[in-house]
């Protein structure tokens, strides 16, 4: 091992999507954007068709292009519009397009090609979206072009935390689109949030991220059968003794309460292992929980080992279980140390470290 390894759980993974699958009752359409969530485009998109998923989302052109090279026959939807300079791009790699402003459209309809598009209605986000008096005008102007219309979309701001204003939302967009025909389309609503308690299934499509790769964030209870899809370990990489009163690596932040041994592993922020996580982090070696004794650095942790009986190369657990199974850190330990959230932890993991399969 050379500096730090993610493990990739794919039975977890697949579980995970024949769960959400049973569940929702809706085709899902897997969000792998920002390196599928950390896990790797390919693994994410190899795995995933294998689950019998034939949906992927997408942030940018780039991205889809790579999930076409492996998976040709799926569909792959850009959840945001690109710049007009991106259109040929799209035609020739056949991506599907979320759209929501006149002057994309017209860029669209000026090309002449036909493009799969997907109405995007601002139901509460305001980030993207027509606003729901303007969603007629545009619904019908599709309808009469080019562009070949495949689904209605939105978007949730509260889908987490708060279910009574997401059914809201979801009323409004209900609303929107009384009145058109929609019955060959595909509506696509839910993220993983709103998927644990919108059992509609009118709504035949899911865009899931974050419950698919192992968390389960929403806004009621439900009983966690979620299975973690990655694990980060790396190695002990140094050990020194250090004096009381001493104290280590930049800032020297902690001073030492005791004499201590320290132990260095090899990961830091540039591998996306985030700054924050000392003081409050930790790690697992030979079953103990060991404290991070120093601030996080780009290519390095520090953690005190006094009282754990260790030596070089052994294993550091950095997200996961132990090796006995008793201790975990998960996902949501790492986004709490660092007073954030779970998203961004799972997408700040670097390249840097090497993502390897396990199981
Ligand atoms: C438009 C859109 N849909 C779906 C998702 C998936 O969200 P989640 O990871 O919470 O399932 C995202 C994530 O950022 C998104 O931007």
Redesign the pocket.
């Known amino acids: 091992m050379d500096r730090g390894f993610i493990y990739l759980k794919k039975t977890n993974f697949l579980n995970n999507l024949l769960y959400l699958k049973e569940l929702t009752q809706k085709n899902l359409c897997l ?1 792998v ?1 920002a390196n599928a ?1 950390g896990h790797g485009i390919e693994w994410a998109v190899n795995s995933a068709t294998e689950a019998g998923v034939a949906w992927f ?1 997408v ?1 940018s052109v780039d991205e889809g292009i790579q999930v076409k090279e492996h998976a040709k026959k799926a569909r792959v939807l850009l ?2 519009e690109p710049s007009i300079s991106q259109i040929e791009k799209i035609r020739i790699n056949n991506l599907d397009l ?1 759209v929501y402003n006149e002057s994309f459209i017209n860029a669209l309809i000026d090309n002449g090609s036909t493009f799969n598009v997907h109405l995007k209605i601002d139901t509460g986000m305001h980030r993207l979206g027509f606003s729901p008096e303007k969603f007629k005008d545009f619904f019908r102007r599709i309808e009469d072009s080019n562009l070949n219309l495949v689904g209605i ?1 939105t ?1 949730f701001p509260l ?2 935390t708060d279910e009574i204003e997401t059914k809201r939302s979801i009323k409004l967009f209900e609303n929107t689109i009384a009145d058109i025909d929609s019955s060959n389309l595909i509506l696509h609503i839910d ?3 709103s ?1 644990f308690y919108n059992l509609d299934s009118s709504f035949n499509m899911a ?7 192992g968390v389960q ?1 929403t806004a009621v209870d439900n009983e966690n059968k979620l299975k973690p899809t990655l694990e980060i370990k790396t190695r002990i990489s140094n050990l020194q003794t250090r004096k009381k009163g001493e104290a280590v690596s930049y800032g020297k932040a902690q001073t030492l309460s005791r004499d201590s041994i320290i132990a260095t592993a090899p990961i830091g922020y540039g591998d996306g292992y985030p700054w924050n996580s000392f003081p409050d982090g930790k790690v697992i070696v030979n079953n103990q929980f060991c404290n991070l004794i120093g601030r996080v650095t780009m290519d390095q942790i520090l953690f005190d080992v006094t009282d754990v009986n260790v030596q070089i190369d052994d294993e550091v657990t950095v997200l996961g279980n132990s090796m006995d199974g008793k201790l975990n850190i998960s996902v949501s330990d790492i986004a709490q140390w660092n007073k954030t959230i779970e ?1 961004e932890i799972l997408t700040n993991m670097s390249k840097r470290l090497e993502r390897v399969e396990v199981e």
């Not at 865009?207 to 790769?213: C, F, L, S």
Request: charged residues 10%; positive net charge.
């Open positions: 969000v954007k969530y989302a942030a959840l945001s979320t979309c978007h889908a987490d993220n993983s949030a998927s865009r899931v991220g974050i419950a698919a790769y964030i998203w």
